[in-house]
């Protein structure tokens, strides 16, 4: 939904820019909080929304949710021939899918898995066994696009600064707690850096081969421990974790409060990554945007005179009126 992820993206947007306002040096929204005048840690937010609010909505979930058998692993760990001509054409339509839609900076993984997952149920001589027995189609597929997406969006955040998944969220946030600032002049001030970020893919999927084929055994037997220690285990560490970062039981509150944030999205369906989207990129647009009106004399027009931000302004326009457009046309006809 184009308007839950708006409502986070600005709920977002306000958060980031709670804390002391570097034009003026004036307190926004700390209600006399002196731990808020710094603002609100990304990391906080992040571990509250992903972490606590999903352990919340799971255990809140309780015995509704269906505990399927965990069954042991035999046989050969290997693919077979028939697994092998099984996959690879799904694992090329697959990273077709990923590559170019999270190379967008408005894509993400979630939609060319989906994509990806329904084309191979399509096009499958065994669509029955989809959801039922397992077809292994429906999950090189996917597998393939999410890999390639998480590759693709790379591309807006090195280039425009834009993170289009919460993982490419924290990362811009790191790069800004080092004080680097990412656009198409990063290519050349940290050639090593980027370089580095897209060795890291070749080296983390090599690793992740190395983990998981001789220890499937062990992440298996993990799916033996019971719900409520699990989530427990979740809350103790991701609490202990951001109380040992500041030694500040103000942030292990932050952390509980965002808990519930995100326990509340995770019920009534809103994403949470346009949330730390808008943490991160909510002070930065505003401190550039009003650097724009200081040099421009408070002339609004400065941002559509320059070819390269009016164009960016008309694409962030079309990409939210035209699926709208385009879905009443649909009915329309």
Not at 124 to 141: D, L, M, N, R, W
């Amino acid at each position: 939904s184009m308007l839950r992820g708006l409502i986070s993206l600005f709920v977002g947007a306000l958060v980031g820019l709670v804390g002391i306002d570097l034009q003026t040096g004036q307190a926004r929204f700390t209600f006399g909080q002196a731990q808020l005048l710094d603002g609100i840690e990304v990391t906080i937010a992040a571990v509250g929304l992903f972490a606590v609010g999903e352990a919340l909505f799971l255990a809140w979930q309780g015995r509704e949710s269906k505990v399927g058998e965990v069954m042991k692993v035999s046989g050969s760990l290997w693919m077979s021939r028939q697994d092998w001509a099984r996959s690879w054409k799904a694992w090329l339509r697959g990273a077709f899918y990923g590559f170019p839609i999270g190379a967008m900076p408005a894509g993400g993984a979630e939609l060319p898995t989906l994509l990806s997952y329904y084309t191979e149920k399509k096009l499958s001589k065994h669509p029955e066994e989809f959801g039922t027995t397992g077809a292994i189609e429906g999950v090189a597929g996917p597998e393939a696009a999410n890999n390639a997406a998480a590759a693709g969006v790379l591309m807006p955040l090195l280039t425009l600064g834009i993170p289009t998944s919460a993982t490419a969220a924290i990362m811009l946030s790191a790069f800004e707690g080092y004080g680097i600032q990412t656009g198409p002049a990063l290519f050349a001030s940290q050639s090593s850096l980027v370089w580095t970020l897209i060795a890291s893919l070749y080296i983390g999927n090599v690793i992740l081969l190395i983990l998981n084929l001789p220890l499937v055994g062990l992440w298996v037997k993990l799916l033996k421990i019971p719900p409520p220690w699990l989530y427990a285990g979740i809350i103790v560490i991701s609490t202990a974790g951001v109380y040992g970062a500041g030694n500040s039981v103000f942030n292990v509150g932050l952390l509980f409060a965002f808990g519930l944030v995100g326990f509340a999205m995770r019920r009534f369906d809103f994403p949470a990554a346009p949330l730390i989207v808008g943490l991160i990129l909510a002070p930065m647009a505003e401190q550039s945007m009003r650097q724009a009106l200081t040099i421009s004399m408070g002339d609004w027009t400065t941002f559509v005179t320059r070819p390269l931000s009016g164009s960016l302004l008309v694409i962030a326009s079309l990409l939210l009126i035209a699926p709208v457009v385009w879905r009443r046309i649909r009915k329309a006809g």
